[in-house]
């Protein structure tokens, strides 16, 4: 069976189009994360979906129906925000069978039947014996936990997650990400993921689509996008360190790839590592210690200003000249250097 299908829609607000004829498949039993910067209009799109917003032209379909005219509570999606929106005045039991009673479901009134589905659900989401904890008593990850559960019970066709981590500190969102993943999967949820974090998005999803200015300049599975970024734009965007064009890729690519014919390419920091027995001469610039590794900046011979790493305990001492190796799994063509 299909699931969700976005066709050339548009979005406006006055004049100005937030969503500009958008096309995005969400397979059934898939998890499909919308990455972008902040105001690209990824929240405005995941709104639309949910029947929150109009399009000014387009259609959003799930399994083939057009959904143009049904309100977002009969669409069967379950939306979850970045802070939970959890009731303080319920316990958490009563927060994930809210929407059972909300949408008339038969377990709200099996009384037994809904107690097992809300612990199936903490079991789930790894937080077995919480039901009758208070939401202030729990911490930023169990709260957002508790959200996805109640999300997740009524086993809607569609999740619709926006920001879900964002609010949370960078370790925790980072092991909650993963945690993600998982539950997801063990749901069998369809999922659209909406972040302007990358890590994230490789972290949760299946596949991705780059949104900028309210367009999707790339979409596809998470190595496809990863390994061939669309532009320059989208490859910084990614989180590859520097992207070079005209010369200074060229003297890349005759020492990596010669048999290549890419005019710009994509580098990750870690493409560039200083080895004794490497291809290329540098000179140092400048370098910091970090904990499992040393972070330079060379000045490569015809290639230019470049950042590098190197093992802990290589000599790195500013202005000594040193060889460098490429790594050509961490770097990537691109069309262009947008």
């Not at 377990?107 to 079991?123: G, N, P």
């Not at 999707?216 to 989208?234: F, H, K």
């Not at 020492?255 to 290329?280: E, F, K, M, N, Y």
Request: proline share 6%.
């Amino acid at each position: 069976m299909s699931g969700l299908e976005v066709r050339d829609l548009t979005v406006r607000f006055g004049t100005t189009s937030a969503v500009d004829r958008v096309d995005l498949e969400v397979p059934a039993g898939s998890v499909v994360a919308v990455l972008g910067p902040s105001g690209c209009g990824k929240s405005t799109l995941l709104r639309a979906v949910a029947g929150l917003e109009s399009p000014a032209s387009g259609a959003v379909l799930y399994a083939g129906s057009d959904l143009a005219g049904v309100p977002t509570h009969k669409r069967g999606f379950a939306l979850m925000f970045q802070d939970g929106q959890l009731f303080p005045h319920l316990d958490v039991g009563a927060n994930i069978a809210y929407p059972l009673r909300l949408r008339r479901s038969p377990l709200h009134r099996d009384r037994s039947a809904q107690r097992r589905r809300i612990e199936e659900l903490l079991v789930l989401v790894g937080l077995e014996g919480y039901s009758a904890r208070a939401p202030g008593t729990l911490s930023g990850g169990e709260r957002q936990r508790v959200a996805l559960a109640r999300a997740l019970a009524v086993a809607p066709r569609l999740l619709l997650l926006d920001e879900p981590l964002s609010a949370l500190d960078r370790g925790l969102r980072e092991r909650l990400a993963g945690d993600l993943h998982d539950i997801l999967r063990a749901a069998g949820a369809t999922a659209m993921l909406v972040t302007h974090d990358q890590e994230e998005a490789f972290a949760v999803a299946d596949r991705m689509a780059v949104m900028r200015d309210g367009r999707i300049v790339q979409s596809g599975t998470l190595e496809e996008v990863w390994q061939g970024p669309a532009d320059g734009w989208t490859a910084q965007f990614l989180g590859y360190a520097t992207v070079l064009t005209g010369d200074r890729a060229r003297r890349l690519r005759e020492v990596a790839v010669p048999s290549a014919t890419w005019s710009a390419v994509a580098l990750r920091r870690s493409a560039l590592r200083v080895d004794p027995g490497g291809q290329l001469t540098a000179r140092v610039e400048e370098a910091r210690v970090t904990p499992d590794q040393i972070r330079v900046q060379l000045d490569v011979d015809g290639a230019g200003s470049l950042p590098a790493v190197a093992d802990p305990g290589t000599d790195v001492r500013v202005g000594a000249p040193v060889r460098v190796s490429i790594d050509t799994s961490r770097i990537a063509p691109v069309p262009d250097s947008d």
